[in-house]
């Protein structure tokens, strides 16, 4: 299993109730669907650009409630239908759809970030309007419960860039702020080169910069976890496992040395059991604490 900011759609779970799960596999198969523009296939880059400029249009139009004028296939006009009647049945916003449609646009031109707040920014369009929408299903919308939701979503993807290092690195995209590279000396030797190769560098470097984020990332989940705990029912306990698995891909990174290029850290059926101990019987996490306390071992 991955940790990665569409898959966390907690997609047709038993701990869902019934009547959220149609809505869910929507906003999921948009997320999804979007995604798969930016990265799958091998269409030119200025295509797949047209073609989530006309899901753009589709979500304004959706937005406005006036009829999609935008140009749509087949499929695409399938997945549009079934979003509309989400939207208006749970009276959603379509700002987190655009942010989505943002991030994966940039994917198509930016494949590294200088800087924490740059990473950062990328985060909050590709990762957090996934919770700021399960948020709004949920009529769970204050100040505290997104910023905790944006909390966690970040922290999500930030798990995901340390446990796709590796894949990342062979796609040409580095997900590691490049200041963080030059702090551990492993910053780029020109523009044209996107991050030291991890085969040459220094092995002992490179588990710095992965300790490193792998902490920005507990960081995040942590100062997020509270609202896990808070949410009630089913929707604070599907949290829960989420921000525990996280967290578990980071104890298994950490096992590992920090190396995803040899070991990338993915849950198995193993630790389904740990996860759903730890999400029913251990208490909340506090933001200067890890789950469990051998992380960094």
């Given at each position: 299993?991955?940790?990665?900011?569409?898959?966390n759609?907690?997609?047709?779970?038993?701990l869902?109730?019934?009547r959220?799960?149609?809505?869910?596999?929507?906003?999921y198969?948009f997320?999804?669907?979007?995604?798969?523009?930016a990265?799958?296939?091998?269409?030119?880059a200025?295509v797949?650009?047209?073609?989530?400029?006309?899901?753009?249009?589709a979500?304004?139009?959706?937005?406005?409630?006036r009829?999609?004028?935008?140009?749509?296939?087949a499929?695409?006009?399938a997945i549009?239908?079934?979003?509309?009647?989400?939207?208006?049945?749970?009276?959603?916003?379509v700002q987190?759809?655009?942010?989505?449609l943002?991030?994966?646009?940039?994917?198509?031109?930016?494949?590294r970030?200088?800087?924490?707040?740059?990473?950062?920014?990328?985060?909050?369009?590709?990762a957090n309007?996934?919770?700021?929408l399960m948020?709004?299903l949920f009529g769970?919308?204050?100040?505290?419960?997104?910023?905790q939701?944006d909390?966690?979503?970040?922290?999500?993807q930030?798990?995901?860039?340390?446990?796709?290092?590796?894949?990342d690195h062979a796609?040409?995209?580095?997900?590691?702020?490049?200041?963080?590279l030059e702090?551990?000396g492993?910053?780029?030797a020109g523009?044209?080169?996107?991050?030291?190769?991890p085969a040459?560098?220094?092995?002992?470097?490179?588990?710095?910069?992965?300790?490193e984020?792998?902490?920005?990332a507990?960081?995040?989940?942590?100062?997020?976890a509270?609202?896990?705990?808070r949410?009630?029912?089913?929707?604070?306990?599907?949290?829960?496992?989420v921000?525990?698995?996280?967290?578990r891909?980071?104890e298994?990174l950490?096992?590992?040395?920090?190396?995803?290029?040899?070991?990338?850290?993915?849950?198995?059926?193993?630790?389904?059991?740990?996860?759903?101990?730890?999400?029913?019987c251990t208490?909340?996490?506090r933001?200067?604490?890890?789950?469990?306390?051998?992380?960094?071992a």
């Amino acid at each position: 299993m991955a940790v990665d900011h569409y898959e966390n759609f907690p997609v047709a779970s038993l701990l869902l109730p019934a009547r959220l799960r149609p809505a869910v596999r929507d906003l999921y198969a948009f997320a999804r669907g979007a995604d798969d523009i930016a990265d799958e296939g091998d269409a030119p880059a200025q295509v797949r650009r047209e073609r989530l400029d006309a899901w753009r249009g589709a979500v304004r139009d959706l937005g406005a409630g006036r009829p999609i004028q935008a140009p749509l296939s087949a499929n695409d006009r399938a997945i549009f239908a079934r979003l509309g009647d989400t939207l208006v049945r749970h009276r959603l916003p379509v700002q987190p759809l655009l942010d989505l449609l943002s991030a994966f646009t940039q994917d198509l031109d930016v494949a590294r970030y200088a800087d924490e707040p740059a990473l950062l920014d990328y985060c909050r369009r590709s990762a957090n309007p996934v919770g700021r929408l399960m948020l709004h299903l949920f009529g769970h919308t204050d100040t505290a419960d997104l910023a905790q939701s944006d909390a966690i979503c970040t922290g999500l993807q930030r798990v995901n860039f340390c446990q796709d290092a590796a894949l990342d690195h062979a796609k040409g995209r580095c997900y590691i702020p490049l200041d963080c590279l030059e702090r551990h000396g492993l910053a780029p030797a020109g523009q044209d080169t996107l991050c030291a190769d991890p085969a040459a560098a220094p092995s002992d470097a490179w588990r710095s910069v992965m300790r490193e984020q792998a902490s920005q990332a507990r960081r995040a989940l942590l100062a997020g976890a509270p609202l896990a705990w808070r949410l009630p029912g089913r929707i604070g306990l599907e949290l829960r496992l989420v921000v525990h698995g996280g967290l578990r891909i980071l104890e298994k990174l950490a096992a590992d040395g920090y190396d995803p290029w040899r070991n990338r850290p993915i849950l198995g059926r193993a630790d389904a059991f740990l996860l759903c101990w730890r999400a029913f019987c251990t208490p909340r996490p506090r933001p200067d604490s890890v789950l469990p306390s051998h992380h960094d071992a």
